[in-house]
């Protein structure tokens, strides 16, 4: 279950990657990308780091 966890949450951010870009594009989205980008390399150097 671990795995697919790992991979519906790297789907996720797939998913997030070309759905946000419109979403910015219609509001006023540099601050939300910029959230958005902090958020997803914050989860990944959750997951790069060892436990």
């Not at 997030?16 to 419109?22: C, E, G, I, Q, R």
């Not at 601050?31 to 958005?36: A, D, N, S």
Request: proline letters at 4%; a positive charge.
């Amino acid at each position: 279950t671990l795995r697919k966890e790992k991979s519906r949450k790297s789907n996720t951010i797939e998913a997030s990657k070309f759905v946000l870009p419109s979403i910015a594009l219609r509001e006023n989205g540099a601050r939300r990308e910029h959230g958005v980008r902090t958020e997803q390399s914050m989860r990944l150097g959750a997951l790069m780091r060892p436990r």
